[in-house]
């Protein structure tokens, strides 16, 4: 293929209705018609000699060519952009950085992430089932996923960000719960636990079942910020990381206290697509989470 015979500005519209998976929000995403998208969409077919997106009522869903090309093309789009900024002698536009994580880490660790970041730097977080509904690291809308997935994503490299281990917290007022639990009332006790994609954690459960005891989860919720609430609302019981109830324990007079059985410490970890191992802004904000991390762990060891 000859590229004096292609409009580049299509390679801009694919990327866009990629993104947007809609041609009207493409179209207000690039400031033009909703016309001109659909006209340009109809060149790419012929451009690629076949159909790109099929519109379902969701939208337009890529197909599988359009999900293979996703990565390929915003690795040319960015790279023409930043030839074009030095080209011009200007400085190059902030480039945002996305990352996959829950609450507990934008809570905990993104505080202190944010001073390290350099002004040419801007982040933009989304949650983790937005990185997995959409395979965020794979397709490029994800540049690093902070947490503990249960495997690793695909064509995907990892490290350790940090540990942290895991106390108990009940509303100071408790009618029943004073300095300690024992584990026989621990298991008693109603749990407000999360639950990721509705399933709730299990470590607890296993570590109460070697004892032969079994615990009710009263309450599942889908964000961590929301269970101190409902711990300090009721005679709940929950089992979050240290450097989380520290955000909490003291503006909603929460009472601290060990968990009775034995817990594995959390094991955070932070993961990249291999292709942007050597990508000099992923490899400082890997660097900055360390750093954050690092300066969040004295008192939970």
Same mark, same amino acid.
Do not use: E, F, G, K
């Given at each position: 293929m000859n590229l004096q015979n292609v409009d580049l500005n299509l390679l801009v519209v694919l990327d866009a209705v990629l993104r947007e998976q809609s041609a009207t929000r493409a179209a207000a995403r690039l400031h033009v018609t909703q016309s001109a998208v659909s006209n340009a969409l109809r060149r790419l077919r012929g451009l690629f000699g076949e159909p790109l997106f099929v519109r379902t009522q969701q939208g /337009? #869903?890529? =197909?599988? $060519?359009a999900e293979q090309l996703a990565p390929k093309l915003r690795a040319v789009l960015r790279d023409a952009s930043a030839l074009l900024s030095d080209d011009a002698g200007e400085q190059a536009a902030a480039r945002v950085l996305t990352i996959a994580c829950t609450d507990a880490v934008g809570i905990t660790l993104l505080p202190r992430v944010l001073p390290q970041l350099g002004p040419g730097v801007r982040l933009r977080l989304v949650t983790i089932e937005f990185e997995t509904q959409r395979d965020g690291l794979a397709s490029g809308e994800v540049d690093l996923l902070i947490g503990i997935p249960p495997d690793p994503p695909p064509g995907c490299r990892g490290e350790l960000a940090y540990e942290d281990r895991l106390q108990c917290i009940v509303r100071a007022e408790h009618p029943s719960v004073r300095a300690r639990l024992t584990a026989a009332q621990y298991a008693a006790l109603p749990h407000v636990e999360w639950a990721l994609f509705g399933e709730p954690d299990d470590r607890v459960d296993r570590a109460l079942a070697r004892l032969r005891l079994r615990r009710e989860i009263a309450l599942s919720l889908p964000h961590f910020a929301s269970i101190p609430l409902a711990v300090a609302a009721?005679?709940? #019981? *929950? =089992? /979050?990381? $240290?450097? /989380?109830? *520290?955000s909490f324990a003291q503006p909603l007079q929460l009472r601290v206290l060990e968990p009775p059985v034995p817990l594995p410490r959390l094991e955070i970890r932070q993961y990249w697509h291999k292709r942007a191992t050597h990508d000099r802004d992923v490899l400082q904000l890997r660097a900055a989470v360390r750093r954050a991390a690092a300066s969040g762990a004295q008192g939970s060891v």
């Open positions: /337009l #869903v890529p =197909t599988t $060519r009721s005679d709940c #019981v *929950a =089992t /979050l990381s $240290r450097q /989380l109830i *520290a």
